[in-house]
């Protein structure tokens, strides 16, 4: 990823605009439909990971959320919500979640930047970059979860190992 750090320039009011700026000079699609949402998606390793920023002026907060390419089946869901509390336990920031209205999993963290405040290029490119690295470290378990009909345990004990050498 290509960053925008500058140690000496102001944080704008509007963290969208760092937001904006960061998904621009990184060539990713983006569709800002206002102030306060701005929604892009990037391929990782696993899978796209479409991303979603919404401004919320008036409580000085920036809700983020970065989604699975990956639908939930209505039967694996008992599992799925096991997995969550399982990645969750291991998370120091952000969190995993469900969304019941579209049946995929998500990383969601919000920043909070007070009244004014605003937001550092910093801030943006870390909360990207924590996003998607947790993102791509889990979403193997998922995926054994869901299709290879592993229990949650088993799935994250399976997808945490570590490979040593090469073949």
């Given at each position: 990823m290509?960053?925008?750090?500058d140690p000496v320039g102001p944080a704008l009011a509007n963290p969208l605009d760092i937001v904006e700026r960061f998904v621009a000079t990184?060539?990713?699609?983006?569709?800002?439909s206002g102030d306060?949402?701005?929604?892009?998606y990037v391929e990782g390793h696993w899978n796209r990971y479409h991303m979603w920023f919404t401004w919320l002026e008036d409580?000085?907060?920036m809700q983020?959320?970065?989604a699975f390419d990956l639908r939930v089946p209505d039967h694996?869901?008992?599992d799925a919500c096991a997995l969550l509390t399982l990645v969750n336990e291991r998370l120091w920031l952000g969190h995993f979640d469900y969304s019941a209205e579209g049946g995929f999993v998500m990383f969601r963290y919000a920043l909070l930047l007070g009244a004014g405040a605003g937001a550092t290029p910093r801030q943006v490119e870390d909360l990207i970059e924590v996003a998607l690295n947790e993102s791509e470290r889990y979403f193997p378990a998922?995926?054994?979860m869901l299709?290879?009909?592993k229990t949650a345990d088993d799935a994250l004990a399976s997808a945490m190992l570590e490979t040593v050498g090469e073949a």
């Open positions: 290509t960053g925008l750090v990184n060539e990713w699609p983006a569709d800002r306060d949402e701005l929604a892009t409580r000085g907060a983020f959320s970065c694996r869901l008992p998922f995926m054994l299709w290879g009909g």
